[in-house]
């Protein structure tokens, strides 16, 4: 991961992204302004052939945006710029749902077709992001690889991993700041223990993405995914909830932002296939090498 | 903004893979072809063994050559040990000493403490024994009472260490100590001292576990005199010696693999033709095991680089036992029955879960060396 890329994605998500832009996008408003920049700065083409920048970097950003909860269909469009000329604004569908097709130019699917005329729904998932049915007319078919709905997947574990470092370090804050029984609940051990399970699974989300994104265009790609996929969507329940004990009743409210992420830790979990599709599709290749072969399948894929 | 602990990505290096498939060729010659393999790195003190890994160069790898090591990298280190491991092969009788001893030897000890005792270590011929624990300090560790009290030609050595782990086959122990009386600041005056376990005034017992296993022991000390050269480093040094050991112990594949036997044995139960809730249960157990083993190679570039990964080997061993302990409880309720292999590994591992999250540290005193490293304490 390039560190300068890294840089600017911070610098401009920490300066654009705040309650209010997350509040707004979630009523159904696109950030104009946040894509603008976004736009201007040249992040929406990371990882795109011409951008001189790799696979990695692209999901480093993701990583970035994650942490601020982004609220820009980022994923869908620097996949889309990195397989397709780079024309406006496209979203990709999976299972008939795309993010922000309402205001899309292109609606490209993960099996390969492509549309310029389309209807779009709009509709949201569990963290209130768009998330529209789309019904494509025209459409003509796009030559994809073949690795593309992992591609998806692995934007969808930078993303869960960025917000886990999030809510980690909002938990920490939370818990030095608020004071019960005349002093911060930091102090408590049981809340300690809690943060250290938290770091833990955050720290665990980090390794497993890294294991996957090490693997891009070696044979275990699949393997990592899905086994980063499952790992990942296990720690996003076990830290959410342990964030909101954490926050007490003020994590709960709407005002806070807390739910910004965690809702968004929910949703990313489903998406591009919960855990437990991925845990039956990395057990069944495991299985399917048998018992003499399981730690060849773990050290290869290592 | 704070992004919690930092493991740096990093992968195994091609000269590390490249002794993957040597130690393979080692563990099918050496074991017999019916071995039924270990599930622990505590299981299976064989000096033969031990003393063919130490032909071999396995033994003392990172270490300096004058001192009989390899001067290989804690890459080269991992890719071994892990296949070891992985393989059950019997390897507790060198294992303390090559991870831990001595490399505080390497750290804290004279020149001819390493000259005496690290090139029979690395032959696979010295094994050490941890004398930490005793009846009234378990996890509060500075409050140690065993005393060494200084006379003309050593110390004499007086207390009890408890648990110590295979002290009735080992040769050495290096233990914690009081050097001089407790203060106000508790870490201060404690002390390591190595010694002989076949000294006059040392009395070990072995002390049976639930399994019905006899690992670990009482270790008495009754006026036992440890010459001078016993001190490790400086006298009331101990409690920094002591703690630097820990990013040794902690982050290693035995951490998290002491119940890879039930994981094969169950892939090898339920077929190439799973159902999928067999199939999930395998996946789940594989994308953590992959995931950890990530984070401990992480942790080996921590040592590689000559850090002090105290926090980040805690957050290893603490997820590492957690998940040992997950592995049994969760195939238990999905085995399917007339498996022996299978039925042999669930026993042994349900009946050894206890001893994962204590040994090594106590998963409670885990979490607060993590939560130390968030800086809440
Ligand atoms: C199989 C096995 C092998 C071992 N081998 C060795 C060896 O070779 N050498 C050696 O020196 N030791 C060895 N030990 C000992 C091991 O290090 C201790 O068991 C461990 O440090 C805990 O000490 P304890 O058993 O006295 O438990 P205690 O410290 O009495 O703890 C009991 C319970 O209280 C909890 N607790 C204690 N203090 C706190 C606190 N401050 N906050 C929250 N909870 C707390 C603990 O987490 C634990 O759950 C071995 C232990 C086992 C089981």
Known sequence: ?302 | MFTGLEFEAVGLPPEAEALRGEVREFTSKELPADYWPNADFNEGHSPDFSRKLGERGWIGMTWPKRFGGGERTFFERYVVTEELLAAGAPVSAHWIADRQSGPLLLNYGTEAQCRRYLPRIARGECYFSIGMSEPNSGSDLASVRTRAERVRDGWIVNGTKIWTTDAQRNHYIIALVRTSPPSDDRHAGLSQLLIDLYADGVTVRPIRNLAGGEDFNEVVFEDCLVPDDGVVGEPGNGWIQVTSELGYERSGPERFLSAFRVLVEFVRAVGNDPRRDEAALIGRLASHLMTLRRMSISVAGMLQQGGNPAVESALVKSLGNDFEKLVGELVRLQAPPGHPGLERCLRQTLLHAPSFTLRGGTREILRGVIARGLGLR
């Open chain 1, 1 to 302: 991961m390039d560190r300068l890329i890294e840089d600017t994605a911070e610098r401009i998500f920490a300066d654009h992204v705040d309650k209010a832009a997350l509040d707004a996008a979630e009523s159904g408003e696109f950030p104009n302004a946040l894509w603008q920049v976004v736009r201007d700065s040249g992040l929406h083409l990371v990882g795109s052939p011409q951008s001189g920048s790799e696979l990695a970097d692209l999901y480093g950003v993701l990583r970035v945006a994650g942490r601020h909860a982004v609220p820009l269909p980022l994923a869908e469009v620097l996949i889309a710029n990195s397989l397709l000329d780079e024309a406006g604004f496209t979203t990709i569908a999976v299972d008939g749902v795309a993010p922000w097709a309402r205001i899309a130019d292109r609606v490209l699917t993960v099996d390969g077709e492509l549309s310029r005329r389309f209807d779009a729904e709009p509709g949201s998932n569990l963290a209130g992001e768009s998330r529209d049915r789309v019904v494509l007319f025209d459409t003509e078919r796009v030559d994809l690889p073949t690795d593309l709905r992992e591609r998806m997947a692995l934007c969808r574990v930078a993303l869960m991993s960025g917000c886990l470092e999030r809510i980690l370090a909002m938990a920490i804050d939370y818990a030095t700041e608020r004071e019960q029984f005349g002093r911060p609940i930091s102090r408590f051990q049981a809340v300690q223990h809690n943060l250290a399970v938290l770091a833990g699974e955050a720290a665990a989300a980090r390794c497993a993405y890294d294991a996957a994104v090490a693997s891009v265009d070696s044979p275990g790609f699949v393997h990592h995914v899905a086994a980063a996929k499952a790992r990942v969507g296990e720690a996003a329940g076990i830290a959410a909830e342990i964030a909101h004990q954490v926050h007490g009743a003020m994590g709960f409210t709407h005002e806070h932002s807390l739910h910004h992420f965690t809702r968004r830790l929910w949703a990313w979990r489903d998406e591009y296939a919960r855990e437990s599709l991925w845990q039956e599709m990395l057990g069944l290749r495991i299985a399917t090498g048998g018992a003499d072969s399981v730690w060849d399948f773990v050290v290869d894929a290592g």
